[in-house]
């Protein structure tokens, strides 16, 4: 696969993702893809590893706490070989009121035109305001 189709599979991805299609992102991904969001575990809920059936757990649990969804915008991307790397704002009104805008950095190896492994970098204090601290 070319840096540009690794690219495209990573773009349909988190638009898929965006509009909570968890059969779609989920058929992207490598039977063993693996979501790490860093973080030292038990931190906070949210990082850790999650396998491909948990990644559509999250993908449904986001759409469950923001209606009307988590609008995923990419930006400033670099690829090179396998590896695509992405800077990415998210924003979504959770049913609770709460507004959850935060900035990511993500790297994403994709493998024979799947994602194999998502690793993630947050504002982990936004997100702990936000879904934990409420």
């Known amino acids: ?7 495209a599979i990573v773009r349909e991805f988190f638009a898929r993702f965006s509009a909570a299609d968890v059969e779609g992102a989920l058929s992207l991904l490598d039977e063993g893809a693996v ?34 969804g988590l609008k995923l915008t990419p930006s400033d991307w670099t690829a090179e070989g396998d590896r695509v790397a992405l800077e990415l704002e ?29 690793r993630e970098y947050m504002d982990t204090n936004h997100q702990r305001r936000v879904w934990v601290d409420a």
Do not use: Q
Request: glycine content about 16%; proline content about 3%.
């Open 35 to 68: 979501w790490r969001a860093m973080g030292v575990e038990g931190g906070l809920p949210m990082s850790g590893e999650l396998d491909k059936e948990s990644i559509g757990g999250l993908i449904a649990g986001v759409k469950e706490a923001i209606p009307a």
């Open 90 to 118: 998210c924003y979504g009104e959770l049913a609770n009121g709460r507004v959850y805008n935060n900035f990511y950095h993500f790297l994403v190896i994709v493998t024979g035109g799947k994602i194999k492994s998502v």
């Open 1 to 7: 696969m070319s840096i540009e189709d690794n690219k």
